[in-house]
């Protein structure tokens, strides 16, 4: 369902649609999913779009969308504690499968002594229990040291936790007291199904090695019969020159380009232009690709690097780009002066696999989404607005704004006070809801007043004041989500403010990172009204105790002005209804509307009698009451049948669980 269908249903009925749809897949699909340590070791398989994941945050956004006054920060450090409980103030958890990608805090400039202890629980056993500066700082040994623990210094005004931990049926992170900002960020799957859970007993010491290597080489696994094409061109103004064609199947491994001076110039006049199987998916400025959006830096992050010389910037780039018949890169030069001497290298291997791969739809075509100009007032910024199925892994964005006088500041950098917001699949919540720009980035403080970093999945490598073509206030940040990927099955929508609730107006520049299909892998089913006695007797619909309210709210996020009447349905009963499902379907999500005030709403779930898990979200707004969330349900529990019978069973300690609205829908591919 598109998100412009979503929108008209929410003002037709009153409720919106729910989150990302997954599936649980076969023996293949489980191949296609990476997990803990494998992300960051078969770094070639990244095209893989696994189906049978959904990417979660939670963080301490402000519940209540933030105030219209210019003059004061956000207040997205004011979300507090989820609940009580572990060493203090429950920030995260989860029942079911999962994995932990990112965790981020800051608070006192990036010290975080104040916070005490962080706990990290996986199913049921206590993995850390630390001071969490002395966790960021190193001190527990691999595999938590830099760079996947980082603390002010190394990411500065934030600290970071990137080692992934897998588990099989829970997770619970928590930290003693005085919690501000931060946030989590996390995978779910439908079955523990090949999912080992995470032991800090294994210092990964290779992955630790592939991280601090970032931007000296590649950083996948070798490809024996890679071959290289090496050229010099020239490329005048206003014209496009052929860097290397290809026929395969196989994947472009690497590019390389080297800039004369004048770098900067060069950097924003040429773009690259890469057309896989007649189709071009890249079309970027070249400086931003390789995260030097404002001209020639140093940046050592993973897939991308630039290293200024003497007499120009060498670029290199890692992405694994596999296409089925053929590949052509070109360099376009837009300025008005010509680009002489510059020296490109391509490497790609032939590899047989992909050509059903891509053509299945498994794997997807490598993308950069690039778009550039001012920003809209009341208008977040999309990094991407896409159709079909695929996932977003990383983005480059480029701003170029001016200071604001505030309450806390005479000169700050405004528009790094807004958030991003993530949808996917026609949903009226986003999954993610950040707490600021440089947060995004996992610094903090405005990037502890600009300095910069490169660190391999995060880093803002170059900020200018008044200078460098510069007229006020600059930056360049970027992040790779490789573990953390945010998937979808027919639409996402990423974007961000600039500036609380988007009041200020600097000019931005993005390219943002994806492995794309155009076709997308859901499709509608059956649904559910609990409120309506005609959809009740429909599905065989069962509750004892339930309660009917009006609720006359809003979601939280880019429609939080917008009322949405609907009926709620409230109770601690347990609850029971039929839906009709595809028989081929390759896994079916169930997607819930519902009230939100009370958090940790969580019930144990089943199919057809037979018990897949437990739907915990621990989620909570009194202010924005409107939620859309979705649970995984196993494959093995919907293939092959027409009919399910879903049976939900709130928890005995837990608030009443409530919903307007039900519904199915399943993957096709």
Sequence with gaps: MSASCATLLALLVGVGTAGLAVAEPGAAGLADRLVGWETYRQLDRLPYLSADT?????????????????????????????APGGAGCVIAEDHGAGEIDSIWLTRDGGNVRALGNVRIELDGRTVVDTKLQSLVDGALGAPFVW???????????????????????????SVTSHLEYYHVDYRQFPSPQGISTFSPSDPALDVLATLRAAGTGDPKPASRAAARSERVVDVPAGASVVLAESSGPGTVSALRVRLPEPTDRLLSDLRLRIEFDGRTTVDSPLGEFFGAGLGANPVQSLMFAAAPRDS???????????????VRLSLDNTGSEPATAVGTQVETAPDAHWAAALADGRAGYFTARSHAGATTLGQDWVFADERGH?????????IRGQRTKTAFSDDAPYFLEGAERVYTDGAASPQWYGTGTEDLYEGGWYFKNGTHFSDPLTGQPDQRTATGGCADYCVAAYRLMLAEAVGYHDALRFGIEH??????????????????????????????????????????????????????SEYEGVEDTRPVAGLVRATVAPISFDVAVDPGNRGVALRRTSDQAAGFQSAGVAVDGAQVGDWLQPRSNTVHRWLDDTYLLPRAATAGKSRITITLTPAADGPPWTASRYRVETLTG
């Excluded at 623990?149 to 600290?159: E, K, L, R, T």
Aim: charged share 15%.
């Design 390 to 398: 695929g996932k977003f892994v990383g983005v480059s964005h480029t």
């Design 499 to 552: 500036g609380k609730r988007n009041m200020v107006q600097p000019d931005y520049s993005s390219t943002a990172f994806l492995y794309t299909q155009p076709g997308d892998t859901l499709a509608d089913g059956d649904e559910v009204d609990p409120a309506d006695p005609l959809s009740r007797f429909q599905h065989a619909y069962t509750d004892t105790d339930a309660g009917d309210q009006l609720l006359v």
């Design 312 to 326: 120009g910037v060498e670029l290199s780039c890692w992405w694994p780009m596999p296409f089925a018949n053929t």
């Design 147 to 173: 760079p996947l623990v980082a603390n002010a210094a190394q990411s500065p005004g934030g600290v970071y936790v990137k080692v992934p931990m897998p588990y099989r049926n829970s997770m619970r992170i």
């Design 54 to 82: 959904q990417t979660l945050q939670v963080s301490s956004f402000d519940r209540s969308g933030g105030d219209y006054d210019i003059s004061t920060g956000n207040h997205n450090g004011n979300g507090g504690c989820l």
